[in-house]
Nanobody
Framework: QVQLVESGGGSVPPGRSLRLSCAAS????????MGWYRQAPGKQRELVAV???????RYADSVTGRFTISIDNAKNMVYLQMNSLKPEDTAVYYC?????????WGRGTQVTVSS
Protein backbone atom coordinates (compact mmCIF):
# COMPACT_ATOMS: atom_id res chain seq x y z
CA GLN A 1 0.00 0.00 0.00
CA VAL A 2 1.28 3.44 -0.88
CA GLN A 3 2.60 5.59 1.96
CA LEU A 4 1.70 9.27 1.83
CA VAL A 5 3.29 11.88 4.09
CA GLU A 6 1.94 15.41 4.29
CA SER A 7 3.87 18.47 5.40
CA GLY A 8 3.62 22.23 5.30
CA GLY A 9 0.74 22.87 7.66
CA GLY A 10 0.83 25.54 10.30
CA SER A 11 -0.92 28.46 11.92
CA VAL A 12 -1.35 31.67 9.91
CA PRO A 13 -3.52 34.79 10.08
CA PRO A 14 -6.32 35.29 7.56
CA GLY A 15 -5.21 36.37 4.11
CA ARG A 16 -1.90 34.56 4.18
CA SER A 17 -0.72 31.61 2.10
CA LEU A 18 0.53 28.10 2.78
CA ARG A 19 1.77 25.34 0.53
CA LEU A 20 1.12 21.77 1.54
CA SER A 21 3.27 18.94 0.24
CA CYS A 22 2.54 15.24 -0.02
CA ALA A 23 5.34 12.75 -0.59
CA ALA A 24 4.36 9.36 -2.04
CA SER A 25 6.38 6.19 -1.49
CA UNK A 26 5.90 5.05 -5.09
CA UNK A 27 5.30 6.49 -8.50
CA UNK A 28 2.09 8.49 -8.58
CA UNK A 29 1.75 7.80 -12.30
CA UNK A 30 0.06 4.54 -11.35
CA UNK A 31 -2.84 6.23 -9.62
CA UNK A 32 -6.12 7.28 -11.18
CA UNK A 33 -6.19 10.48 -9.17
CA MET A 34 -4.33 12.37 -6.48
CA GLY A 35 -6.23 14.66 -4.18
CA TRP A 36 -6.44 16.71 -1.05
CA TYR A 37 -9.23 16.41 1.49
CA ARG A 38 -9.82 18.19 4.77
CA GLN A 39 -11.69 17.58 7.97
CA ALA A 40 -12.66 20.31 10.39
CA PRO A 41 -13.63 19.54 14.01
CA GLY A 42 -17.13 18.11 14.18
CA LYS A 43 -17.45 17.87 10.41
CA GLN A 44 -17.11 15.16 7.80
CA ARG A 45 -14.05 14.86 5.63
CA GLU A 46 -14.56 16.78 2.40
CA LEU A 47 -12.88 17.00 -0.96
CA VAL A 48 -10.72 20.09 -1.46
CA ALA A 49 -9.02 19.40 -4.78
CA VAL A 50 -8.43 16.42 -7.04
CA UNK A 51 -6.12 15.93 -9.99
CA UNK A 52 -7.18 13.01 -12.20
CA UNK A 53 -4.57 11.23 -14.30
CA UNK A 54 -6.56 12.40 -17.27
CA UNK A 55 -8.73 15.48 -17.33
CA UNK A 56 -8.84 18.72 -15.48
CA UNK A 57 -8.40 19.35 -11.80
CA ARG A 58 -11.54 19.87 -9.74
CA TYR A 59 -12.00 22.00 -6.66
CA ALA A 60 -14.53 22.49 -3.92
CA ASP A 61 -16.57 25.61 -4.55
CA SER A 62 -15.29 27.10 -1.31
CA VAL A 63 -11.65 27.06 -2.48
CA THR A 64 -11.99 27.70 -6.22
CA GLY A 65 -9.79 30.59 -7.23
CA ARG A 66 -7.74 30.42 -4.04
CA PHE A 67 -6.26 26.90 -3.98
CA THR A 68 -4.25 25.13 -6.67
CA ILE A 69 -3.28 21.46 -6.80
CA SER A 70 -0.13 20.50 -8.67
CA ILE A 71 1.92 17.37 -9.21
CA ASP A 72 5.60 16.67 -9.74
CA ASN A 73 5.66 13.19 -11.24
CA ALA A 74 9.45 13.01 -11.22
CA LYS A 75 9.54 13.54 -7.45
CA ASN A 76 6.31 11.69 -6.64
CA MET A 77 5.03 14.84 -4.95
CA VAL A 78 1.62 16.46 -4.78
CA TYR A 79 1.20 20.06 -3.68
CA LEU A 80 -1.66 22.27 -2.58
CA GLN A 81 -1.02 25.99 -2.84
CA MET A 82 -3.46 27.81 -0.59
CA ASN A 83 -3.83 31.55 -0.96
CA SER A 84 -6.08 34.08 0.74
CA LEU A 85 -6.69 31.71 3.62
CA LYS A 86 -9.83 32.13 5.69
CA PRO A 87 -10.69 30.96 9.21
CA GLU A 88 -13.12 28.45 7.69
CA ASP A 89 -10.15 26.77 5.97
CA THR A 90 -9.01 25.56 9.39
CA ALA A 91 -8.86 21.76 9.28
CA VAL A 92 -6.63 18.75 9.09
CA TYR A 93 -5.63 18.31 5.46
CA TYR A 94 -5.13 14.81 4.06
CA CYS A 95 -3.44 13.63 0.91
CA UNK A 96 -5.20 10.85 -1.01
CA UNK A 97 -4.12 8.50 -3.77
CA UNK A 98 -6.89 6.72 -5.67
CA UNK A 99 -6.82 3.64 -7.90
CA UNK A 100 -9.02 0.61 -8.44
CA UNK A 101 -6.51 -1.80 -6.93
CA UNK A 102 -6.20 0.26 -3.78
CA UNK A 103 -4.91 3.69 -2.88
CA UNK A 104 -4.15 5.31 0.42
CA TRP A 105 -4.34 8.21 2.81
CA GLY A 106 -1.76 10.23 4.62
CA ARG A 107 -1.98 10.98 8.32
CA GLY A 108 -2.80 14.62 7.76
CA THR A 109 -1.33 18.03 8.51
CA GLN A 110 -3.04 20.70 10.59
CA VAL A 111 -3.85 24.07 9.08
CA THR A 112 -5.11 26.76 11.42
CA VAL A 113 -6.20 30.17 10.16
CA SER A 114 -6.74 32.63 12.97
CA SER A 115 -5.98 36.19 13.87
Amino acid sequence: QVQLVESGGGSVPPGRSLRLSCAASESILGFDAMGWYRQAPGKQRELVAVRPRWGSSRYADSVTGRFTISIDNAKNMVYLQMNSLKPEDTAVYYCNAERAMGGGWGRGTQVTVSS
